[in-house]
C-alpha cells in the first residue's frame, strides 16, 4: 500500500458524472432500438424531508439522462399490505423497469416484506435476499447502489484489493453485507464489524481498506487508520459529516472519499446503470455495459 503524508481526495462526484454521460448514451441506443424509454419508479412512503429530498435528486438524474421517472408517493399510514400491493403492481407494468422504494420507511411497515415484493428483475436498488444470495454467490444481479459505487471507485484509483485486508463497518443487509461480499470475491480478506465489535480501533488499524457504514457522525477516528490505508465514507449524517473524522484521517490515509461528493454520487449514477441495463435485459436488446 501506497505511504502518505496527506490523502489524495476519491473524486466520486466526478467519476459519476461519467457513468451518467455513458448511461445517458445507452438510454439513447435503447431508444433507437426499441422505441421505448427506460423507465424508473420510486416509491416513497410517508413525509419524512430527507427521503423526500434524495428521491427529488434521483428524479432529477433520470431527467439528466433522458430516463423516465413514474413517481408513486404513498401517506404515512400506508400499511405493509398496501405498499406490497402497490409494489407488485409496478412489478407487473411492463412499462417499468426499474422500482426504487425509498428506505427508510415509516412504521410499522414490514421493509423487508416490501422489499420481496420487488421482481428480481427490476430490482435495481440491490435490495431483494435472491439478490443479496446471488451477489454472496458470484451470480449476475443487480448490486446494490452504493457497494456498487465503492466497487467502481475502487477499481477507478487502482486500489489493489487483491490480498488485501478490508475492513468493514457496518452490517445493514443492503451496504456492509453486500460489501464484504464484493470485498471477497475480490479476493479481499475482510473483517466485518459492528456495533457490537470488540477491539475495534485495533481491527482498523490492521486494515488496507477501511469502508465505514454505520451512521454515526466522526465515528471512525484518524488515530485509528494506518499509514497508506485507503478509505471510503460510506455514511451521511446531517451537516454534511460522515462516519469518518474527515481532517484526523487525511494525514495517515493514502486515498479517502470526501463528504459530500464522495460516495454519494457513485451511488445515484449506480441506480441509473443498473435501470439501464435492467431495461435492456427486459427488451432482450444487446447494448454494451462496462
Known amino acids: 500500500m501506497i505511504q502518505a503524508t496527506h490523502a489524495k481526495w476519491m473524486a466520486g462526484q466526478a467519476l459519476a458524472a461519467r457513468i451518467l454521460e ?31 429530498t434524495y428521491v427529488r435528486m434521483k428524479r432529477k438524474r433520470c431527467e439528466d439522462v433522458g430516463m423516465l421517472s413514474r413517481r408513486v408517493e404513498l401517506p404515512s399510514g400506508t400499511t405493509t399490505a398496501q405498499l406490497v400491493a402497490e409494489l ?11 422500482i426504487l422504494l425509498q428506505h427508510p420507511v415509516p412504521a410499522p411497515i414490514d421493509r423487508r416484506d416490501a422489499f420481496e ?30 457497494p456498487a459505487g465503492i466497487m467502481r471507485l475502487l ?32 479476493h479481499a480478506t475482510v ?16 486494515a488496507d481498506v477501511v469502508i465505514a457504514a454505520l451512521g454515526k457522525p466522526r ?7 494506518k499509514t497508506g490505508a485507503v478509505v471510503i465514507d ?14 484526523g484521517a487525511l494525514e495517515p490515509a493514502s486515498l479517502i472519499t470526501p463528504v459530500p461528493g464522495g460516495v454519494g454520487p457513485m451511488t445515484i449514477a449506480m441506480l441509473l446503470h443498473n435501470t439501464t441495463l435492467a431495461t435492456a435485459q427486459q427488451l432482450q436488446l444487446s447494448i454494451e455495459f462496462d
Not at 407488485?88 to 426499474?98: E, F, K, S, T, Y
Not at 460510506?234 to 481532517?247: R, S
Request: aromatic share 4%; charged share 15%; glycine share 10%.
Open 22 to 52: 455513458q448511461t445517458r448514451l445507452q438510454v439513447e441506443q435503447i431508444k433507437m432500438a426499441s422505441g421505448v424509454t427506460p423507465c424508473l419508479a420510486t416509491v416513497l412512503v410517508g413525509d419524512d424531508p430527507a427521503s423526500a
Open 88 to 98: 407488485c403492481r409496478l412489478g407487473d407494468d411492463p412499462a417499468v423497469h426499474g
Open 117 to 146: 415484493a420487488i421482481p428480481l428483475a427490476k430490482d435495481v436498488d440491490g435490495v431483494t435476499s435472491s439478490t443479496l444470495g446471488r451477489l454472496i454467490l458470484g451470480l449476475p444481479a443487480f448490486i446494490p447502489c452504493t
Open 155 to 186: 477499481q477507478h484509483y487502482q486500489v489493489t484489493l487483491d490480498g488485501a485486508h478490508a475492513v468493514v463497518i457496518g452490517r445493514s443487509p443492503i451496504l456492509g453485507r453486500p460489501m464484504a461480499s464484493l470485498l471477497i470475491n475480490a
Open 191 to 206: 473483517t466485518l464489524c459492528h456495533s457490537r465489535t470488540r477491539s475495534l480501533p485495533t481491527l482498523v488499524r490492521a
Open 219 to 225: 465515528f471512525v477516528q484518524g488515530g485509528w487508520i
Open 234 to 247: 460510506a455514511g451521511y449524517n446531517p451537516g454534511n459529516i460522515g462516519d469518518v473524522d474527515f481532517e
